[in-house]
């Protein structure tokens, strides 16, 4: 164990391989997020937006349980074991996607990849932080949802291209396999397991370990508690924009590859974006980062239902993925700083099991108000909760002292720039 160190320089080569890996999860997620409602109607003929987020509502249920198994697991049976296992779920699903003969084909499909989702992406979001140790911990978070999102993006992008091209099936499809097959072969042969880094940590960690580790990181701990509602609020949002826009732009007569290239600006500015959101978050309050960042989703949300043009869209899928930059690798992050080494798999696993159960709960919402009052007054209740989850942050968390505000960084900025104006005598008055 003496040898075993921690770092992002002293293990970059493990960590630029899980960084790889974690884009071929990214891709998986990817292969339906632009043309799957689509395909719900015309191919399957199905009408209503209830039956077609059915496939969202699935994903998130699996994928939320497996991931709070694969963080109650990871120090029984090792995070190196569960990440390979999780992706022998991710090899049928292109093929099932390709030739569905019927829809409920396709929700099978979304069973196998919310389990492939939770036991793979869980891993390499634990087996990172087990790496990194704490000094950059939100860098390395940034990094890692920088590399998934990032993967979902190009992938759906060209899945939408393909599709423009070829038809809706089963050419976007062929890219999965390629996916699932490197994901799998990598993670086998290269990956290896970081159980003596988690004894690494243990060994000078201070963190006072959770009385219950369920209910603690779920609501009474204030800053654990005040994350799970938001990574809830912020998924339930995601799946709206996953299952809704592609059709909501569709009526607006958008074609498919401008359709593709709204749907996937959206996760590539998140997932861009993260890569400067992610070293934030190691040097400003996360409380601070959590709180613009759920906010500017809302904003942009609630001006989705004023926009008229491909330009209108572009700017607000660019704010919503900056928005959700600016908390995706401040989550993990931050339940990261507020647990013990050992307990924070399990908390990891908490944590994702609320923050996906949001995609079942915003289909299965989102669903109901479009079938009832339309797309439009979907996205306004969703603005609504998205704005409600910052004032929650913004009234419950709690800062670390040494850490800056946002605000207080960028007004200090300010005044500073300020004073050496009028110091430089170039300030007159009327």
């Excluded at 390629?178 to 290896?192: E, H, P, Q, R």
């Excluded at 963190?207 to 654990?224: G, I, P, S, Y």
């Excluded at 989703?297 to 001006?303: K, M, P, T």
Aim: with cysteine; proline share 3%.
């Amino acid at each position: 164990m003496n040898t075993v160190k921690l770092g992002l320089k002293e293990n970059i080569n493990q960590f630029v391989l899980l960084i790889i890996v974690n884009a071929f999860v990214g891709g998986m997620v990817g292969l339906e997020r632009s043309i799957l409602p689509q395909i719900a109607e015309a191919e399957f003929h199905i009408a209503a937006k209830t039956a077609i987020l059915s496939f969202i509502i699935v994903f998130g249920i699996v994928k939320a349980i497996t991931n709070y198994f694969t963080g109650a697991l990871a120090n029984k049976f090792g995070r190196k074991n569960l990440l390979t296992f999780g992706w022998l779920f991710a090899i049928p699903v292109p093929f099932i996607l390709m030739y569905a003969p019927n829809w409920n084909w396709i929700i099978a499909a979304n069973i196998l990849l919310g389990i492939n989702q939770g036991l793979t992406w869980s891993s390499t979001v634990v087996m990172k932080i087990d790496l990194v140790g704490e000094k950059d911990r939100g860098f390395a978070m940034g990094l890692n949802e920088f590399a998934g999102y990032l993967s979902v993006a190009i992938v759906a992008f060209l899945t939408g291209w393909v599709a423009s091209e070829y038809g809706l099936r089963p050419y976007p499809f062929y890219i999965g396999i390629v996916l699932s097959i490197a994901g799998l072969l990598s993670s086998w042969l290269f990956v290896k397991d970081t159980q003596h880094h988690v004894a690494k940590e243990s060994s000078t960690n201070n963190v006072t370990k959770l009385k219950n580790v369920f209910w603690d990181t779920t609501l009474f701990d204030r800053n654990l508690g005040s994350v799970t509602q938001a990574g809830l609020i912020n998924n339930l949002n995601d799946g709206m924009a996953w299952g809704l826009f592609p059709i909501l732009l569709a009526e607006k007569n958008f074609s498919i590859s401008q359709i593709a290239i709204i749907t996937a600006v959206y996760p590539a500015v998140w997932g861009i974006g993260q890569l400067f959101t992610g070293k934030m978050s190691d040097h400003f309050c996360k409380k601070s980062m959590l709180f613009w960042g759920m906010f500017l989703q809302g904003v942009a949300l609630l001006l989705f239902v004023f926009a008229t043009s491909f330009t209108h869209y572009i700017i607000l899928a660019s704010i919503l993925g900056w928005g959700t930059a600016m908390v995706y690798p401040t989550f993990l992050a931050t339940v990261a700083e507020n647990t013990n080494p050992i307990d924070r798999p399990k908390s990891i696993g908490v944590f994702r099991l609320w923050r996906d159960l949001g995609y079942a709960i915003g289909a299965i919402l989102t669903g109901i108000i479009a079938d009832a009052f339309g797309i439009t007054a979907s996205v306004v209740v969703i603005g609504v909760l998205t704005l409600a989850s910052s004032l929650i942050i913004q009234n419950r968390m709690r800062c670390k002292t040494t850490m800056p505000k946002l605000t207080d960084w960028l007004f200090k900025k300010h005044k500073q720039h300020e004073s050496s104006y009028y110091s430089c005598g170039t300030k007159t008055t009327a």
